[in-house]
């Protein structure tokens, strides 16, 4: 079955710990997203990328990083920088198919982050 | 800028009784337009979306959603709501010459026995 995947489902961090979030889409579709949501604020787009080595930050992108070096995986970390980390964490993916670029998006099962 | 407002945090509906979630929008041209629903710790399901054309648009499980320019409106509904209903809905908008969609706050809806 065609879809994306993220684990860990559930991922601890400790204080001034970096921590990687793995996505994985065997959809084949060219543009992948992470956003992270809060209670009662919807999704907020944290970093997106349109192609292969390259990505474009989001509207809260300070204290992560992301990487794009293969088409299906596009894996967030979480760094000590950022001071207020528990969330839940969704990653989504799109096909681009170069008519439009708001083309829908599908969504991870998500990871829920907790601090201890 | 994009923006999107779902006016209802919380809806209490009974079984089988009709359902309607507002969405108001603000975009300067014709928008494109999502509903996805999520279920308590999971992700987002894709349940319509509005890019042109016929006005009311259908989608799964059920639900319809109907796209009112002049009121920068795209209200999602169901007819009868059914328990398996009870999640958490939001409507995102976005432009057609950029990746980013915007996504309201959300709308919890309950479904009472």
């Known amino acids: 079955d065609g879809g994306i995947t993220q684990s860990p489902k559930y991922l601890f961090r400790k204080e001034g710990q970096n921590v990687t979030l793995s996505c994985e889409q065997n959809l084949n579709h060219d543009a992948m997203y992470w956003y992270r949501q809060d209670p009662g604020q919807g999704l907020r787009l944290i970093y997106y990328?349109?192609?292969?080595?390259?990505?474009q930050k989001g509207d809260i992108a300070e204290g992560y990083s992301v990487s794009r070096e293969k088409k299906e995986s596009f894996p967030l970390t979480v760094t000590s920088a950022q001071k207020n980390p528990t969330a839940f964490y969704l990653c989504?993916?799109?096909?681009?198919?170069?008519?439009?670029?708001?083309?829908?998006?599908?969504f991870g099962p998500g990871t829920r982050l907790l601090v201890l | 800028a994009q923006s999107v407002t779902q006016p209802d945090i919380h809806i209490t509906v009974s079984e089988g009784a009709s359902l309607e979630l507002r969405c108001n929008y603000s975009?300067?041209?014709?928008?494109?337009l999502f509903w996805y629903v999520q279920s308590p710790g999971q992700g987002l399901q894709l349940l319509l979306k509005?890019?042109?054309?016929?006005?009311l648009v259908q989608g799964i499980k059920g639900f319809e959603a109907e796209f009112k320019r002049s009121q920068s409106s795209f209200n999602l509904r169901k007819p009868s709501v059914h328990w398996s209903d009870a999640a958490e809905y939001f409507c995102?908008?976005?432009?057609?010459?950029?990746?980013?969609?915007?996504f309201g706050a959300g709308t919890t809806v309950t479904v009472r026995a």
């Open positions: 975009y300067g041209a014709t928008p494109y």
């Open positions: 989504a993916s799109s096909q681009g198919d170069g008519l439009s670029r708001a083309e829908t998006q599908y």
């Open positions: 990328s349109q192609i292969v080595n390259d990505f």
């Open positions: 509005y890019f042109s054309g016929d006005t």
């Open positions: 995102a908008v976005g432009p057609s010459n950029d990746y980013k969609l915007s």
